[in-house]
Nanobody, 115 residues
Framework: QVRVLESGGGSVQPGGSLKLSCVVS????????MGWYRQSPGKERELVAG???????RYGDAVSGRFHISRDNAKNLVELQMNDLEPEDTAVYYC?????????WGQGSRVTVSS
């Protein structure tokens, strides 16, 4: 059974940095697309960042230039470095990992940006 395990997140002041990590277990298959979406109260879930198996990256407009996504295919690991965080980045961040055309989701990591 594929499991997506997230770590990281927490609270930080505006302008600070945080790192999210996500590892997939329960399979020896290399994941297809991996990345994060986020959701804050009253808003729809939105793409934060995604990265393909071959390393092609895409970012949501709100985070482009501040966040950086990377992955280690051998470990089925994806990481999101979040810099220059803003209060608007406050949300629950959900990691996804695709295999066989299906996205598997993590449990969510809360990120709070507040002074």
């Amino acid at each position: 059974q594929v499991r997506v395990l997230e770590s990281g997140g927490g609270s930080v002041q505006p302008g600070g940095s945080l790192k999210l990590s996500c590892v997939v277990s329960g399979t020896t298959s290399m994941m297809e697309g991996m990345g994060w979406y986020r959701q804050s109260p009253g808003k729809e879930r939105e793409l934060v960042a995604g990265i393909s198996r071959g390393g092609m990256r895409r970012y949501g407009d709100a985070v482009s230039g501040r966040f950086h996504i990377s992955r280690d295919n051998a470990k089925n690991l994806v990481e999101l470095q979040m810099n220059d965080l803003e209060p608007e980045d406050t949300a629950v961040y959900y990691c996804y990992a695709g295999t066989g055309g299906v996205n598997n989701w993590g449990q969510g990591s809360r990120v709070t940006v507040s002074s």
